[in-house]
């Protein structure tokens, strides 16, 4: 993915890794600004180029009760507001082939869910909004095989795609992160390593999917350290009441500490 072809991030001089953070799903105009604001403030100091994520909708839940959206077009205007007011680039998850344009006079990058990498319409049609695609792995494919779902992007004429690694199914309730996933993906486009998601448990028997947060700094050392091009963080200021995902995210107090320290992992890595 050329980062200089999102116009936002086209001066960021940076040989850092790129973030991708934000809330999973836009609960409210206020939310979002405050953290895309408190993101900002970090990401400017350690000088790591960032694009906002929130969703837009969640179609992939676990019970029929669970938190979908405030309204699709409600939320992709917050999304635009944090992109006007912070001059930031933003991305956001599709799941219909519907979705891609209009998600796409939005936002900036369009996230293909990783259950549903694999729907050659969905990927087919965010590609031909000619915006930057991130191609979420699916849990229960192989690293080797997403070289086919970059090349879909890529057969639709858009050559801006990369991979995010979300981990991959480990038994019934748990993800394993195989950081050989990294070198052999950076074949076919840049990668990101999705922190927050490879800590997910998910299929719990009271239908909320649950995590293992404190694990959050090893994976994302570990990601940095295997030459993950970006990292992907879901974060709130309050997790435990966030509406979606918040067993897993990280708590946004805790996020300059994080990235402090890998900012300086990366930069040892680039004098080896």
């Given at each position: 993915?050329?980062?200089?072809?999102?116009?936002?991030?086209?001066?960021?001089?940076?040989?850092?890794?790129?973030?991708?953070?934000?809330?999973?799903?836009i609960e409210g105009e206020d939310m979002a600004l405050r953290i895309a604001?408190?993101?900002?403030?970090?990401?400017?100091?350690?000088?790591?180029?960032?694009?906002?994520?929130?969703?837009?909708?969640?179609?992939?839940?676990?019970?029929?009760?669970?938190?979908?959206?405030?309204?699709?077009?409600?939320?992709?205007?917050?999304?635009?507001?944090?992109?006007?007011?912070?001059?930031?680039?933003?991305?956001?998850?599709?799941?219909?082939?519907?979705?891609?344009?209009?998600?796409?006079?939005?936002?900036?990058?369009?996230?293909?869910?990783?259950?549903?990498?694999?729907?050659?319409?969905?990927?087919?049609?965010?590609?031909?909004?000619?915006?930057?695609?991130?191609?979420?792995?699916?849990?229960?494919?192989?690293?080797?095989?997403?070289?086919?779902?970059?090349?879909?992007?890529?057969?639709?004429?858009?050559?801006?795609?990369?991979?995010?690694?979300?981990?991959?199914?480990?038994?019934?309730?748990?993800?394993?992160?195989?950081?050989?996933?990294?070198?052999?993906?950076?074949?076919?486009?840049?990668?990101?390593?999705?922190?927050?998601?490879?800590?997910?448990?998910?299929?719990?028997?009271?239908?909320?999917?649950?995590?293992?947060?404190?694990?959050?700094?090893?994976?994302?050392?570990?990601?940095?350290?295997?030459?993950?091009?970006?990292?992907?963080?879901?974060?709130?200021?309050?997790?435990?009441n966030a509406k979606s995902d918040g067993a897993n995210m990280l708590d946004?107090?805790?996020?300059?500490?994080?990235?402090?320290?890998?900012?300086?992992?990366?930069?040892?890595?680039?004098?080896?």
């Amino acid at each position: 993915m050329n980062l200089d072809l999102i116009p936002q991030l086209k001066h960021t001089a940076s040989n850092n890794f790129f973030l991708l953070a934000g809330p999973c799903a836009i609960e409210g105009e206020d939310m979002a600004l405050r953290i895309a604001e408190k993101v900002l403030t970090i990401t400017d100091k350690l000088e790591i180029p960032y694009i906002f994520k929130g969703s837009f909708r969640k179609a992939n839940r676990s019970r029929i009760d669970s938190f979908t959206g405030i309204g699709d077009e409600k939320a992709l205007k917050i999304l635009r507001k944090v992109s006007e007011t912070f001059k930031l680039p933003t991305v956001t998850d599709i799941h219909e082939s519907s979705d891609a344009a209009m998600a796409a006079a939005y936002v900036d990058v369009l996230q293909i869910p990783a259950f549903l990498v694999r729907q050659t319409d969905l990927v087919v049609a965010a590609a031909e909004t000619g915006k930057v695609i991130n191609l979420k792995k699916g849990q229960f494919m192989s690293p080797e095989s997403m070289q086919h779902a970059v090349k879909k992007v890529t057969d639709s004429g858009n050559n801006q795609v990369c991979v995010t690694d979300r981990g991959t199914m480990f038994g019934y309730q748990d993800m394993l992160v195989d950081f050989r996933g990294i070198p052999t993906m950076k074949q076919f486009a840049p990668v990101v390593l999705d922190v927050t998601h490879s800590l997910q448990q998910p299929n719990q028997t009271v239908g909320v999917t649950g995590g293992r947060p404190e694990m959050i700094s090893t994976i994302a050392r570990a990601g940095i350290a295997a030459g993950a091009d970006g990292l992907f963080i879901e974060t709130h200021f309050d997790p435990a009441n966030a509406k979606s995902d918040g067993a897993n995210m990280l708590d946004l107090a805790n996020l300059e500490k994080l990235l402090t320290d890998l900012t300086a992992i990366k930069k040892t890595i680039n004098q080896l």
